[in-house]
């Protein structure tokens, strides 16, 4: 199986930052995605930057130039800095892997989630 920990959420002024970060574990082959969605009170979950294999980034239209993705793939741990922060960034963040992980005599294509952190921005 597959464990993906979360850490760095919190509560920020706007116009602040916040470091998130996320270790992926377990019985990984490969990972083939990994990066960020966000779900505020009432609205749907929603991409905000991820890693894509072959060395693509996306970034939200709503994140671009104040968030960062970055990675360390030795550590299987991606990081979410974000930057000049403002109230409707608020929201728990999750941390999402689509990876290729090792079965007792294959391997398979999973999604994986995080378990959450709090990023509340206050204006």
């Known amino acids: 199986q597959v464990q993906l920990v979360e850490s760095g959420g919190g509560l920020v002024q706007a116009g602040g930052s916040l470091r998130l970060s996320c270790a992926a574990s377990?019985?990984?082959?490969?990972?083939?995605?990994m990066g960020w969605y966000r779900q505020a009170p009432g609205k749907q979950r929603e991409l905000v930057a991820q890693?894509?294999?072959?060395?693509?980034?996306f970034y939200a239209d709503s994140v671009k130039g104040r968030f960062t993705i970055s990675r360390d793939n030795a550590k299987n741990t991606v990081y979410l800095q974000m930057n000049s922060l403002k109230p409707e960034d608020t929201a728990v963040y999750y941390c999402?892997?689509?990876?290729?992980?090792?079965?007792?005599?294959?391997?398979?294509?999973?999604?994986?989630w995080g378990q959450g952190t709090q990023v509340t921005v206050s204006s």
């Open positions: 999402h892997g689509f990876m290729t992980v090792y079965s007792e005599m294959s391997t398979y294509d999973n999604n994986y």
């Open positions: 377990g019985s990984i082959f490969s990972i083939n995605a």
């Open positions: 890693f894509i294999s072959g060395g693509s980034i």
